[in-house]
């Protein structure tokens, strides 16, 4: 594929992906990378983590540049501990890609006070947890900062999954909450809403469950990890200055039409 932005974009810059051991977050630190930035990921799994930052080396970032350690989200003194961490290797945090969450598909009605629970402690506590901590310690001292919420597709609610939608809109509202609390900060934030991307992460859905996707989905075809990162590259360049609480779907269409959820006549 042809380099679609200009080599050295993000030289000098520092990247922290949450969730970048794979999958979506693994395509965005990759090509964030590429272009010049340093980059720090994490993870709840260090074997994930480590597997990824070998995935970037063999990508052509220098070890100087890579920092992958573990972290889960949902703890604030792993999010401190981690963000001290970035801040003593590389002195500034420039780019914060929220990208860490995860959930399973379920009826509404089965869903336990424990389960709907730990999802919203993943996708929505764990996003806020990062975004304060990274805008406190770095970003607003420094009066510059670019944010990236990666949320899912729940303009038209999330049937069969309404914890991650419940939580997906909660971020989606942060987003734009934030966009205004740091305006005068200099820091730009906005969201990416995803359809159904073939990945690591929808991989566990079945393929029968993919088909569903891809047949109510307008361009007929399911979306590719590197067409969100290339989204989310531009919204944390300095290529965008304007766009600030911003919720920008990427999904073929598929929340202009299909539907995925069956209902029988009475």
Avoid at 39 to 52: D, L, S
Avoid at 200 to 219: C, F
């Amino acid at each position: 594929m042809r380099p679609f932005f200009a080599p050295g974009l993000f030289e000098g810059q520092v990247a922290i992906v949450t969730g970048g051991g794979s999958g979506i977050g693994l395509s965005v630190a990759r090509e964030l990378g590429r272009l010049g930035a340093s980059i720090v990921i994490c993870g709840r799994k260090p074997e994930k983590i480590e597997a990824a930052l070998g995935t970037l080396r063999e990508a052509g970032l220098a070890e100087s540049r890579l920092l992958g350690l573990p972290c889960d989200i949902r703890e604030p003194a792993q999010i401190e501990a981690f963000v001290r961490a970035a801040m003593e290797r590389f002195g500034r945090v420039d780019i914060l890609v929220n990208n860490a969450g995860g959930q399973f598909p379920s009826p509404a009605e089965q869903i336990s006070p424990r389960g709907f629970e730990a999802v919203v402690r993943n996708n929505l506590n764990g996003t806020f947890y990062m975004t304060r901590e990274v805008a406190n310690v770095a970003m607003i001292p420094q009066k510059r900062g670019r944010i990236v919420n990666v949320t899912a597709m729940v303009v038209r609610g999330f049937p069969g999954m309404a914890h991650t939608g419940a939580a997906r809109a909660g971020v989606e509202n942060l987003t734009r909450t934030l966009a205004v609390e740091w305006s005068s900060h200099g820091i730009r934030v906005n969201a990416v809403a995803p359809g159904t991307i073939r990945s690591s992460g929808t991989a566990q859905y079945g393929d029968g469950m993919l088909e569903v996707a891809r047949k109510a989905t307008p361009l007929k075809r399911l979306g590719g990890v590197d067409e969100v990162a290339r989204v989310v590259v531009f919204l944390a360049s300095e290529r965008n200055d304007f766009i600030t609480g911003a919720v920008i779907p990427i999904d073929g269409g598929a929340s202009l039409w299909g539907d995925i959820w069956p209902i029988s006549d009475p």
